[in-house]
């Protein structure tokens, strides 16, 4: 079991985490027709967005209540009422996300009651558009506890409670934060494939992708619709990936009695034949010979990768499930964990990271204790550790600003595992230096008594 390092500074050195209402908004951005909204100053959200921007490089639908210092200290109320109103006027969402800040949450504003008196005093204006209330104060914990706040806000809000006929080929999928487009994209392919209904919460790969709408559209366009919230508690089954998505999962399970299972990473050959047997399973139905073949092909990236891993030393930092889910597969092909940073210490996983020990902390931690890594793990921002420390660097997660495509990175699954074997040995390839003379011939420049003596490689 990993040792959990408490962060020891007073300050972060190079910024590793990115806040919870960040990571609210990011899980709304996945409902279609939705607008994210940030409860605070103009500054909050514009952070945000800039970060969001710069990662999938599309337009990214997200207003602020914009609070001044007046309304800092007489209280937000109106802001948010007439933020709501705007919106609902202006964008017509079906869904609006408030995620509140450090500015209300240090002043203690009781926000679920401002909306519950919204709704009163404006039931016919705001009729049609769900409101869902995350509280995700940003000197709080960071994406992970953010995403899972909005999940279980919108299924406490809007889910219909109570038992209900279920549907036996429905499959109410909770991803974690850390899934890309693509990963969700083809965890639906493969879960069609057994012949199920996925209803994934929240699906970004359908507002995130990349396409163009034919028309301009004020708010998210693709995702998980209202009515498949609502209607969630009608799925036979809820798989959940993540242990940040446990809470959420248990909500639902206490809400509607939907049972659910947990992965917490489906990375790596392991993971996935227990997804796949699971689907086997709740559809009754064989394994498709389309995923047997990507398990045969995972299977020869293994044989042919792992020569490229043996004993290498990884240095990664990363948001708690993320790094749990690379730390296992990097171990699983025979490297070391070197060194493993963490964004917050709020997650049970961090105890199972095959490592000695976890520090909670910031990239400049991660300089420190990578000193002898082959390579290093993170989002952008490690970019300059690595450029002081010459070690090649690998991005994950958020923000990835420095490289196209990150958003179409598949990671799960025989082939994202594969995937995922081929990039990382690709790098330590391209990084490998030749051995020099004296390492080839360790003789070269020994010294005798009558001066230096030539190796007999050199002699001719």
């Known amino acids: 079991m990993a040792r959990i390092l408490p962060q020891t500074k007073s300050a972060a050195v190079n910024p590793l985490k990115s806040s919870q209402p960040l990571g609210a908004a990011f899980a709304f951005l996945g409902v279609d027709g939705a607008m994210p909204l940030f409860h605070g100053s103009q500054g909050c959200t514009s952070f945000a967005l800039v970060l969001f921007v710069r990662h999938f490089k599309e337009a990214i639908p997200l207003q602020t209540t914009a609070m001044d ?16 109103l705007n919106l609902k006027t202006r964008t017509k969402p079906k869904l609006i996300g408030v995620c509140t800040t450090a500015l209300v949450e240090t002043r203690g504003e009781d926000c679920a009651r401002g909306i519950a ?44 409670a109570g038992e209900q006929v279920r549907e036996s080929k429905k499959i109410a999928i909770l991803p974690g934060w850390n ?20 209803v994934i919460l929240p699906d970004v790969s359908g ?133 493993a940073v963490a964004t917050t210490d709020m997650s049970k996983i961090l105890e199972k990271v095959p490592a000695e020990s976890v520090q909670i902390g910031d990239l400049g931690d991660l300089k420190t204790l990578a000193a002898s890594a082959d390579l290093l793990v993170t989002h952008s921002h490690g970019r300059q550790a690595a450029q002081r420390l010459g070690i090649p660097l ?3 997660g958020f923000p990835i600003f420095d490289r196209l495509g990150s958003q179409h990175k598949l990671t799960i699954l025989y082939q994202g595992t594969r995937d995922l074997v081929f990039e990382v040995a690709n790098i330590f390839q391209a990084y490998r230096q030749a051995p020099t003379p004296e390492e080839l011939d360790p003789l070269r420049k020994r010294e005798t008594p009558d001066g230096p003596r030539s190796s007999p490689l050199t002699r001719h």
């Open 394 to 396: 690998m991005r994950v």
């Open 117 to 160: 008196d919204i709704r009163l005093k404006h039931a016919e204006e705001i009729a049609g558009t769900e409101i869902v209330l995350a509280n995700t104060p940003d000197f709080n914990g960071a994406i992970e506890e953010g995403w899972a706040k909005a999940v279980t806000a919108m299924i406490e809000g809007i889910t219909r």
């Open 207 to 339: 507002s995130l992708d990349g396409t163009v709408p034919e028309r301009w559209v004020t708010t998210t366009y693709g995702g998980t619709s209202v009515e498949d919230i609502r209607e969630l508690g009608t799925a036979e089954r809820c798989i959940v990936i993540g242990e940040h998505m446990r809470r959420p999962a248990q909500v639902l399970q206490k809400l509607t009695g939907v049972p659910y299972v947990l992965f917490q990473s489906l990375t790596g050959l392991k993971g996935a034949d227990r997804f796949v047997s699971l689907l086997s399973a709740i559809s009754g139905a064989s394994v498709p010979a389309g995923v047997r073949r990507r398990r045969g092909q995972l299977q020869d990236a293994l044989l042919d990768g792992h020569f490229h891993f043996g004993g290498k030393k990884i240095a990664i930092a990363a948001e708690p499930d993320q790094l749990y889910q690379l730390a296992t597969f990097f171990v699983g092909m025979g490297s070391e964990i070197a060194a």
């Open 69 to 84: 210092e007046l309304s800092t200290i007489l209280g937000g109320a109106d802001n948010l009422e007439e933020a709501i």
């Open 179 to 198: 899934l890309t487009v693509a990963d969700i994209e083809h965890l639906r392919e493969i879960v069609e494939s057994f012949g199920l209904k996925p």
